[in-house]
């Protein structure tokens, strides 16, 4: 918790406006507010002769008089006591996800960080997994990984994508590789610390985050679990993986070839994020009002884009396919666009539409 501190020069009766007030953070002293609406009774002189001045108010009669800021700095400092405070942390807020606020926060600064958080829990995040949570696509990295990256591609041309990698899980058993071999490839996929902090930052205002992902849920969860991520996801929204009692690894349409087709032209055979987008919104309570933001980048996140409203916001990585669909189709979107290049661009622009 921060120690608070006052000192002034001078004698007590001409200085007693120009006394600052401290927030002392670790060896830094920053200064935050005058204290002129302070008041001082009379100077009592000590024993050395030094006049000494007596503060009429305390900080806690100064909270009961600002009853937002007294709300705003209990939960500040209940925060606090669950996150480790180090220099860094308190210099860049955005790592932890809130802002640091003091007893004299001005009172527009506590308005607006409680709107954030209400504007927040009306906020549904989706991300796309491949190329957008983490930068690669984990089919081919793990096929390179395993050695059988030539096989992979010449199956590509010839059946759906979903159909080959199930195919290539065979393969796979055939060869001896095992489910160990398997999550080992995948733990060795990077991601980057600013798009773990954007998924921290979200989470901790509130935001309801999701997966929608045309990867499985195999791949996905482990990747998750080894960055420690799985926690902060209410639902992922991808192709079904499951272990046989053999032990090779089976991955499955997210909407089964056995039952009608989705009928949509724009998505692959296997999922239909578009119409994953559309069941979301009925199973959320009060899911229509709502505010989605979407971020993506193949072609099968336009689909999706084209079920977001006014309201709504869609994150394109910018020179991918979902960008360039969207530059050829202004008129088919409704949300508002914000490109993105890199992880950081996504930290960055989730901290804007978040934190207005």
Known sequence: MANWTSFSSGSCSKTSSRWLQFVNLGNNRTPVMKLEDLRF?????????VDKPLLKRSISSYYEERPILKKEAATFHQRSKSVKEDKRAVETRRTKGFRILTPFTSLNSCKSSINSELLSMDTVVVFDFDLTIIDCDSDPWVMKQLGVTELFESLLPTLPWNTVMDKMMGELHEQGKTISDIEASLRTI?????????????????????????????FIKTILETHDLLQYFTEIKTNPAFVEKSGRLRICPFHPFTVAPHGCNLCPPNMCKGAVIDEMRKSIEDGFNKRFIYLGDGSGDFCPTLKLTEGDDVLPRKEYPLWKLIEKNPSMVKAKVHGWSNAKDVEDLLMKLLMP
């Open 190 to 218: 990077p991601l980057y610390p600013d798009i773990i902090r954007a998924i921290k930052f979200a989470f901790s205002l509130g935001c309801d985050l999701r997966i929608v992902s045309d990867a499985n849920l195999f």
């Open 41 to 49: 009774r009379k100077c009592k002189r000590n024993e050395n002769g």
